[in-house]
């Protein structure tokens, strides 16, 4: 795991956010290289773990692209163009289920599905 990515999942877990997970899709030609997808109990904590993150990013020398989901909470993006944090409450995370969606165009690809972390 690289430095950014131990940035954003220590920032994370500093938050109290749970269930953090990693999805990478290096030279795929995906929107990213890589998701780190995470949940918090409310959107105050979302919000909160957001707003962490960016801070520590920040640390790094890596603004934000772009910001979705921010003023509700339910489903917050932060887009860093290679890497994308995405944080959500648990209800919004069990509708949504992306780590689902992405694991099968990863299989589509050749990889099975224990080859996402």
């Not at 950014?4 to 030609?29: L, P």
């Not at 990213?32 to 979302?46: H, L, R």
């Not at 520590?56 to 944090?85: N, P, S, T």
Request: avoid cysteine; glycine fraction near 6%; charge should be negative.
């Amino acid at each position: 795991m690289n430095k950014i990515f131990e940035t954003v999942i220590n920032a994370i877990e500093e938050k109290k956010g749970t269930d953090i997970s990693t999805i990478e899709f290096k030279d795929k030609g995906y929107v990213a290289d890589a998701f780190i997808i995470a949940s918090g109990n409310n959107d105050k904590q979302t919000k909160a773990i957001a707003d962490f993150v960016e801070e520590e990013m920040e640390k790094k020398g890596e603004a934000v692209v772009r910001r979705e989901g921010y003023q509700l909470g339910k489903w917050i993006i932060l887009d860093y163009g290679f890497l994308m944090v995405h944080i959500f409450t648990p209800q919004e995370r069990e509708y949504y289920d992306i780590e689902r969606l992405w694991q099968e165009s990863k299989r589509l690809m050749g990889m099975e599905k224990d080859d996402v972390q």
